[in-house]
């Protein structure tokens, strides 16, 4: 793994700004000509996925296990400028356990089908099924904005501050309304927003008349089953060990999961010898 992406470790007030927000915005991730390679790729996968899901032109894509879909986007799995801070929160004991693309087209004058947006958390059952408050936060991901949401009106990330260590938020009695304190998060194209999985967020209407065009990498500990198929076999003689860890990788079998020795987990070596000891003790 290039070191570069030590330049871009998680800084202190990055850390407290998570821990507090239950999300970090970091900016020019990615740089224009890397957009603009990606946007073409998205829209192929748009236009091929979209009869195939029986969507309508102007319903959300919603595409999961698109890591292995195009060589582009592999290099983000383990990118410079995100990657130190998604295991500077997470630790070396790490997967990308979900990854999807969401286009939302603009919806050209029509009035949403209802005013609330969708608000949730993400990760389904593992918010029943722990009964801790908070419960932990398990997972986190990273988005990569590939068109411009600076404006309010282009189907923006919203999210609730702090609300990650709440296990529920108060919906307005009026139907129409969103959660008190919800804003929506203003970012441009090549910037990513990292969010805790337990973040209560949702996705804006897009007013706008440009498609909006996101894609979703999700990072857990290596213990939790994967959300997606996880069809990334093909690329596994093209990446080097920790990205082969980052996909599920586990050479030791299924205990090295819960129990793993170092052949799993070339991360944990890597952080070792760059950061020293005292980065690896948990």
């Not at 600076?150 to 129409?176: C, I, K, Q, Y």
Request: proline share 7%; glycine share 8%; aromatic share 10%.
């Amino acid at each position: 793994m290039d070191t570069s992406c030590l330049q871009y470790a998680l800084t202190e007030e990055e850390r407290q700004q998570f821990e507090t927000d239950g999300f970090l915005v970091v900016r020019e991730v990615l740089p224009p000509e890397r957009v603009a390679e990606l946007i073409p790729v998205v829209d192929r996968l748009d236009a091929e996925y979209r009869p195939k899901m029986e969507l309508a032109d102007s319903e959300m894509l919603n595409l999961f296990d698109f890591i292995g879909k195009d060589a582009l986007f592999l290099p983000l799995l383990d990118w410079p400028k995100t990657f130190a801070k998604v295991f500077g929160i997470l630790g070396w004991h790490i997967q990308l356990y979900h990854s999807h693309m969401i286009v939302t087209p603009p919806l050209n004058g029509a009035e949403p089908k209802r005013k609330r947006l969708g608000w949730h958390q993400d990760s389904g059952r593992l918010n029943m099924d722990f009964a801790t408050d908070p419960r932990p936060r398990v997972s986190l991901k990273v988005a990569f904005f590939l068109t411009d949401c600076t404006d309010t009106d282009r189907g923006n990330f919203h999210a609730v501050p702090g609300s990650h260590l709440r296990n529920a938020v108060e919906m307005p009695a009026d139907g129409d309304a969103d959660p008190a304190g919800a804003v929506p998060i203003r970012v441009a194209a090549g910037d990513a927003v990292f969010f805790d999985r337990r973040i209560w967020h949702a996705a804006g209407h897009n007013f706008s008349p440009n498609a909006r065009k996101v894609l979703f990498y999700g990072y857990s500990y290596r213990w939790l089953r994967p959300r997606d198929d996880m069809t990334v076999a093909h690329l596994m003689d093209r990446c080097d060990p920790i990205q082969q860890q980052l996909l599920g990788a586990g050479p030791s079998g299924g205990h090295g999961y819960t129990s793993p020795k170092e052949e799993d987990v070339p991360l944990r070596e890597w952080i070792r010898e760059h950061l020293g000891e005292e980065a690896v003790i948990r």
